[in-house]
Nanobody, 115 residues
Framework: QVQLAESGGGLVQPGGSLRLSCVAS????????MNWYRQAPGKQREWVAV???????NYADSVKGRFTISRDAAKNTLYLQMNSLQPEDTAIYYC?????????WGQGIQVTVSL
């Protein structure tokens, strides 16, 4: 069974940057979109960004202009470049591959923005 694994999280000061990666353990077919979500302590999981296979990327208003989603199809890898990070960006970040009929989720990775 294909699994997703995130990496690149950690502790960063406000104004700093991190790049998250999400690698699929095998080949996947029928992907129609790749997403990043996040869940802050005490809050529900929220959508962050999407890169559809055949459409334009889109972002939540809270990260627009600061985060960039991208993918390397050859490497089955999804990225999230996060710049100008703020304490409110602190959360567990999850990657998601939306397939036709199912979803794949990563295990999540912690991002903490603090002095």
């Amino acid at each position: 069974q294909v699994q997703l694994a995130e990496s690149g999280g950690g502790l960063v000061q406000p104004g700093g940057s991190l790049r998250l990666s999400c690698v699929a353990s095998g080949s996947i077919s029928d992907i129609y979109a790749m997403n990043w979500y996040r869940q802050a302590p005490g809050k529900q999981r929220e959508w962050v960004a999407v890169i559809p296979i055949d459409s334009e990327v889109n972002y939540a208003d809270s990260v627009k202009g600061r985060f960039t989603i991208s993918r390397d199809a050859a490497k089955n890898t999804l990225y999230l470049q996060m710049n100008s990070l703020q304490p409110e960006d602190t959360a567990i970040y999850y990657c998601n591959f939306a397939l036709r009929g199912s979803n794949l989720w990563g295990q999540g990775i912690q991002v903490t923005v603090s002095l």
